[in-house]
């Protein structure tokens, strides 16, 4: 089967992978689309170590082919879409519904595929750039078939982690002033996220002019290519400041964009060893800095939620799916994403 392979030195869409089949507590997926995330791309930059060789993708949707035993809650035929939290469901993190913390859900990896007998990795316990790919029964969430795969499938990292962002991590309230730094797939996400929560001002910074249009459709009141002018917008700083893009500069001023008692939320991905310095006596007016994994999601949860609301007309899906394109073509859409020229880019199979 089909599936894009990185062996440490460069990506390649293979066709000779093999999966194995479910066993206790795990579906086969037959992938339908998967979305090019950043996270993959900074496998293959390095910006995230990870145990080569690895089928990439982890923001996937498609139908249940096969279940293990145990397995009750899909079952073949159905339509679902996929989380990256392989969490046990049974420590004590699971238990407080905080799976995004459970310690089996990260750092785990392991190798479900074979490629000329050899093992391969899976990446983020999802590995989505493949034909069909196995995972646990808790990242299968049952969608309604009415919902198209390449947006469902976005729903599984980008809409997980941004609007998740907002409503679990942030909780940002109604009335309340929020800054977006980075308009790419997930600040999009944590901009919708704003609009739905009810915030009054959201304002994104990009340094790219020609994502306003695209930033206002998902509900950002004003649109800035610097975060200098945020201050002629909130005066006295904002209540919440998301950094999606992961840089240390950009987590400097997020903070300093702060009102009192205002929070700043780090979703960029930086290297593993970069360091961000900011003033001590900045944060003494009850300001914080949050990080927040993968939107503090309960998948089975949210991921239903978000689809009704898509189906409500609430949450933008279709929107974000700026291109679509053939796995085979899986280069192309790599230098669109890396480009900025597409919101998400989608791969089908």
């Known amino acids: 089967m089909r599936g894009v392979v990185f062996d440490g030195k460069r990506v390649r869409v293979v066709d000779d992978l093999a999966v194995r089949e479910p066993g206790a507590g795990e579906v086969r997926v037959a992938v339908a689309a998967a979305g090019l995330c950043h996270s993959d791309l900074s496998v293959v930059d390095g910006t995230i170590p990870f145990p080569v060789p690895v089928v990439l993708g982890h923001e996937g949707a498609g139908v249940v082919e096969a279940v293990g035993a145990g397995v009750g809650h899909v079952a073949p035929g159905d339509h679902v879409a996929l989380s990256t939290l392989a969490n046990c469901g049974t420590c004590a993190e699971c238990d407080r519904g905080r799976p995004t913390m459970c310690r089996q859900a990260i750092g785990r990896p392991g190798k479900p595929f074979t490629r000329g007998g050899e093992p391969v990795y899976q990446f983020a316990a999802n590995s989505a750039f493949a034909e069909r790919t196995i995972v646990k029964a808790v990242q299968t969430v049952r969608i309604p078939k009415d919902l198209p795969f390449p947006s469902a499938a976005l729903i599984g990292c980008g809409v997980l982690t941004g609007v998740g962002a907002v409503l679990n991590r942030a909780r940002v309230g109604q009335g309340e002033s929020v800054v977006v730094i980075g308009t790419g797939g997930i600040g999009l996400n944590v901009i919708q996220g704003a609009r739905i929560a009810g915030a009054l001002r959201i304002v994104a910074v990009d340094a790219n ?55 700043a939320i780090l979703l960029g991905v930086p290297p593993a060893t970069a360091e961000a310095s900011f003033l001590v006596s900045s944060l003494y007016l009850d300001k914080s800095v949050l990080g927040c994994r993968y939107g503090s999601s309960r998948p089975q949860r949210d991921i239903a939620l978000y689809a009704e609301l898509y189906r409500q007309g609430r949450l933008l899906l279709d929107e974000l799916v700026t291109a679509v394109y053939p796995v085979e073509d899986f280069e192309k859409a790599r230098a669109d994403a890396e480009a900025g020229r597409v919101a998400r880019a989608v791969l089908t199979f």
Do not use: N, W
């Open 209 to 263: 002019p020609g994502k306003e249009e695209m930033a206002r459709q998902f509900g950002a009141t004003d649109f800035l290519t610097s975060a200098e002018g945020v201050t002629d917008i909130l005066p006295t700083g904002a209540d919440h400041v998301f950094e999606c893009v992961g840089r240390v500069e950009l987590i400097r001023q997020a903070i300093d964009l702060l009102d009192r008692h205002g929070q």
